[in-house]
């Protein structure tokens, strides 16, 4: 039973429309996080939570907004899509906890391309 | 802030030769906990090996690595390639400062193993 959930798995979507990203997990993790992957940068954080109710900003936050409305539930939101914000985005959970026990699981990702 | 450099952004192998991926890291702390990360295709990206001990090879899977703090390096090694080693492989470092569970990935190398 996978454990960190993505939803939808293909998007499409035209510039300016509002999209929505949705994550959920059953690891009862307190972090999650959402990744963006694309050629020759590797993972790039934009938004991670410490759990319901709180979200901070990851290293590529603009154009982004996130919503943690529960321990599971953690929502990526592009307010006015533009084409840059296509790519691949992976949602992870983790302990919250550093060194070694840093590790973090992830979901199975959603393609987001915006026309 | 803490970086991680993958510098070989595609490595092609021809299957029972060794392999090796190449990682550095920089980070202000003494302390340092590498992670390797692989994703394979149409799959969700997990972790393959870590380490915090200094001069100690870490096993996983037929891989090994051993973090070298001298030189800042945690490279990626196994001594036959196989078919089914390729794949894209993210180094990591985690956030020792704040406790946060992030982690800091490299760019990634995609490992292409043929015939």
């Known amino acids: 039973e996978a454990a960190v959930t993505q939803s939808p798995r293909n998007k499409v979507a035209v510039t300016g429309g509002k999209v929505t990203l949705s994550c959920n997990q059953t690891?009862?993790?307190?972090?999650m996080y959402w990744y963006r992957q694309d050629t020759g940068h590797g993972l790039r954080l934009i938004h991670y939570?410490?759990?319901?109710?709180?979200?901070e900003k990851g290293d590529i936050p603009d154009g982004y907004k996130a919503s943690r409305p529960s321990q599971e539930n953690f929502s990526l939101i592009l307010e006015l899509a533009t084409p840059s914000q296509t790519s691949v985005y992976f949602c992870?959970?983790?302990?919250?906890?550093?060194?070694?026990?840093?590790?973090?699981?992830f979901g199975p990702g959603t393609r987001l391309t915006v026309l | 802030g803490d970086s991680v450099t993958q510098k070989e952004g595609l490595v092609t192998l021809t299957e029972g030769l060794p392999v090796m991926l190449n990682c550095t890291y920089q980070?202000?702390?003494?302390?340092?906990?590498l992670f390797w990360y692989v994703h394979y295709l149409n799959e969700s990206p997990r972790l393959l090996l870590k380490?915090?001990?200094?001069?100690k090879r870490t096993e996983h899977q037929g891989f090994h690595a051993t973090l070298h703090k001298s030189s800042s390096s945690f490279h990626l090694q196994k001594s036959s390639a196989q078919l089914s080693d390729s794949a894209l492989y993210y180094c990591a470092l985690s956030d020792r400062g704040t406790n946060t569970g992030k982690l800091t990935f490299g760019d990634g190398t995609v490992l292409t193993v043929k015939p």
């Open positions: 380490s915090s001990t200094d001069n």
């Open positions: 690891n009862n993790h307190n972090n």
């Open positions: 980070t202000i702390y003494s302390n340092a906990f």
């Open positions: 992870a959970s983790g302990g919250g906890l550093g060194g070694l026990y840093a590790e973090q699981f």
């Open positions: 939570s410490y759990g319901a109710g709180s979200t």
